[in-house]
């Protein structure tokens, strides 16, 4: 039986696990990315195909004001314009079309052959009225490429005509006569006679309007085969991970379902693109979309892995019993989280054509001016991690900071608590408790007892014995006394008192188990002094007057 996770959210063990649902999940996740790029398209297009530069094109002139309306680059822009309209009977006015034949047909069909093969650029060609005059073809001829056929190559070409509405370049008469020829070796010619035209339309992305259609269908199909190619890969590796005594790796095993879905559906539409037949640009920006998914994918098993990794050190002994390193744990992973998720958005955003360098520009200008504004912040932040590697103090402990002594309620990710025994809370910034001295009662691996007995003078050597020997022997059959380092000592003759010191080391970490200590050991010293005869002195002062003292008169009287 596979292992669980039992750290799982609760939310995520009542999600609906059905198909439906992880479809629609596919569809948000995989059509939005298309549809995020397709955003990106608008506001950078994707550049075109590199094409040489056209010739007698004149440098540092715009170019506005030197294409000649009837240019070969002015024609092939306005066949291209009628034909994303839709207005084919237009556009077959620049085709050399021969008597009797159908010239909307023959536009129609030079578009899908244009498109599929050569996806032409108006501007690779000549501005100029006569065309390129230097391409040995002769004067009144251009050639703008070649279509692939089964027995070689056949150019397609311009040339210059004089028709009723002027001088004009148009699709020669051998292009014109090999459009069918070419159209019936298209691949999705069968789609492409069998759809209504308004779905043969280019749109967003050069994308036509039935692959936009098609597009939905095909990501949650892709869900589908990726939910059992991930099926059927965390399957081979649960062997391997029952097999080893961590737990660690059956926690990212369970949470790397979704991103291996995910990875697989990206690499079934991978597959399965070839089958639109796209254009060269939709291509380029389908391609662009999946590896910008690739990126999502594995910033997605990343933070996964982040929150596994997380709950397995919060279950580790050694942080079960570390209340400050269970506070540093999730605070590092969400630094961490938020480190990945800044690096993966950038990533993602690249791929989809967005400019990410002013981006990263102004993420470089506002992190300045964030460290700047939030200077105490940081400060505090990073003092909070400091005390979390450090560990001088930690939740419950008893301790003395500067003036302040009490226990430790919380250790926050800007301050410290401290609740005095006063009973009154004491806040002290994480920056500046990190460059206090910390003085922890709680880290006492034994408590002293140290006090004076202050012995009557009238107390003989031999009673002063007997109390120095009875204390010692009181104190050493004590259960929890440390027997290593006791002492009993005579110091030194007081102005009312002969006093004794006494230190000592109980073997507890507990200050109330201490006291009920210290009060026994208190008992048996008054015992040993009660029965050696002696008693503990009272703080006196004698005043002697010598008698026969001439008074001496007083000023002021007489």
Known sequence: MPRTDPDAPRWRRFLPATWSFRAAFAFALVFGCVLLGARAGELSPPPP????????????????????????????RKFIDLCRAGNYAEAARYLDVPPR?????????????????????PDALSPHALGDTQDNLGNGVEQIGTIPTRTGTQPVRLVRRVTPDGVRWLFSRATV?????????LEDRWLRDHLPPALLRPGPRELLWWQWLALPILALASWVVGAVLSFLLRAALRHLVLRTESTLDDALLAVARGPLTFAGALLAMAVALPWLKLYLPAEQFLDAVLRAGAF????????????????????APATRDNPAARSLV???????????????AIAVLSELGYPVASLIAGLGIGGVALALAAQKTVENLFGSVSIGIDRPLQV??????????????????????????????????????????????TARDRMRLHCFLN?????????????????????????????????????????????VEIMAWFQTQDFGEFRTMRQEALFSFLEVIASSGSSLAYPTQTVRLAKGAPERPQPGLS
């Open 296 to 315: 999502v994918a594995v910033f997605w098993l990343v933070l996964r892995g982040i929150d596994a990794v997380g709950g397995r050190l919060l279950e």
């Open 455 to 499: 012995l009557v003078r009238e107390t003989t050597p031999a009673q002063l014995r007997a109390v120095l020997e009875g204390c010692e022997r009181a104190l050493r059959e004590h259960p929890h006394i440390w027997p290593d380092d006791v002492v009993v000592r005579f110091v030194g003759l007081g102005p009312s008192s002969l006093d």
């Open 177 to 185: 006569v090999r459009i069918d020829e070419w159209y019936a070796q």
């Open 49 to 76: 195909p590199s094409t040489p530069p056209p010739v007698g094109a004149a440098e540092g002139v715009d170019e506005a004001t030197q294409v000649a309306p009837d240019s070969p680059r002015a024609s092939l």
């Open 396 to 441: 419950g402990d008893f301790v003395k900071i500067d003036l302040v002594l009490g226990t430790v309620e919380s250790i926050g990710l800007r301050s410290t608590r401290i609740r005095t025994l006063d009973r009154t809370i004491v806040t002290i910034p994480n920056g500046k408790l990190a460059d206090l001295q910390i003085e922890s009662y």
């Open 330 to 344: 999730p605070l590092m992973g969400r630094i961490a989280k938020v480190t990945i998720l800044i690096i993966g």
């Open 101 to 121: 034949a159908d010239g909307v047909a023959l536009a129609q069909r030079l578009k899908a052959v244009l498109d599929r093969h050569l996806w032409l650029e």
